[in-house]
């Protein structure tokens, strides 16, 4: 491909030679000084080959080949002034769009009221929440599909950054009435004695409970899985199970009929972060709706203490 060498402000130096008929309207025009007008006209005549302006004394009058140009150009540089009002427009926040990717239990947890804010700070933004993908999410972010995640991490991923938000700690959800409902809190081994419902191997929290299982010489051997956490939380309310539950995603719940109960001893907790894809760098929007979660987790962090 051969370089073009005429540049954008000798394409409007054209257009405003040809609407103002005189260089040195011109050159007022576009701020600068009219020899550097003059300058860029007589490069591009040289590129093209061809004369674009006659110049008398009295009157600047455009060629045929100079018209031809101005056509042209209107709609180049009338183009590229627009791109460059939307570039600028999202680097400050005015337009743009940007997509996460969350889990069912974090996009109900964590991500709605920070969807709130952003959009009272830059509603010109588009936000996307996509929290379907169980099992997927970081394949949608190696695809492009999403600009980054709010998920729970696994640190082996190496294609990934991971920016750790909180630690999020499982509780034992348990019918009422269940035996263990009378304690205030459960070891591990009381909750291994009963049926548990589970989140499939895929998910993130079957890997987080079978490794804290497997550390304390117990085997995880759910009896009923299930994708949904209302389903989860129906199946052990009907008395078919007991379940854990992350606590980020417990007050979003209807927990009638239910009780929680934390873990005593040996911990279930699970790292919940921004995951992005390395050597890919974050849109304008996405950084700025990362930096208001991040500074939304550390406000709920300093209040709690």
Avoid at 34 to 43: D, E, F, V
Avoid at 169 to 175: H, S, Y
Avoid at 229 to 236: N, P, Y
């Amino acid at each position: 491909m051969k370089l073009i060498n005429i540049e954008a402000a000798d394409l409007q130096s054209v257009l405003a030679i040809a609407e103002l008929g005189s260089f040195r309207a011109a050159a007022l025009a576009l701020g600068c000084s009219q020899p550097a007008i003059t300058a860029r006209i007589q490069r591009v005549e040289a590129i093209l080959g061809l004369k674009l302006f006659y110049r008398t004394t009295r009157r600047v009058t455009i060629t045929e080949a100079g018209q031809r140009l101005k056509l042209r150009a209107e709609r180049t540089v009338a183009d590229l002034a627009s791109i460059v009002q939307e570039f600028n427009d999202e680097a400050q926040l005015k337009r743009g769009r940007v997509v996460l990717g969350a889990t069912s239990t974090v996009a109900a947890g964590l991500v709605p009221t920070a969807v709130k804010q952003f959009k009272e700070e830059w509603p010109g933004v588009e936000v996307v929440v996509i929290d379907d993908f169980f099992g997927r999410e970081l394949g949608r972010l190696a695809s492009g599909e999403i600009d980054f995640a709010v998920i729970p991490f696994d640190p082996e991923e190496r294609q990934y950054n991971f920016q750790k938000l909180l630690d999020d700690a499982f509780m034992v959800m348990v019918p009422s009435g269940h035996p263990l409902s009378a304690q205030r809190s459960v070891e591990l081994r009381d909750v291994a004695k009963y049926p548990i419902i589970s989140f499939p191997p895929n998910s993130t929290a079957w890997g987080n409970l079978a490794r804290v299982f497997a550390e304390a010489g117990l085997p995880y051997e759910p009896i009923l899985l299930t994708r949904n956490i209302l389903t989860k939380t129906a199946m052990v309310r009907a008395g078919l199970g007991i379940s854990f539950i992350a606590g980020l995603v417990t007050p979003q719940l209807n927990l009638d009929g239910l009780k929680l109960l934390p873990l005593r001893g040996r911990k279930a907790t699970r790292e919940i972060g921004i995951a992005t894809l390395r050597g890919k760098p974050l849109q304008p929007a996405a950084q700025a709706f990362v930096k208001l979660l991040r500074s939304r987790v550390a406000q709920a962090r300093r209040a709690s203490r």
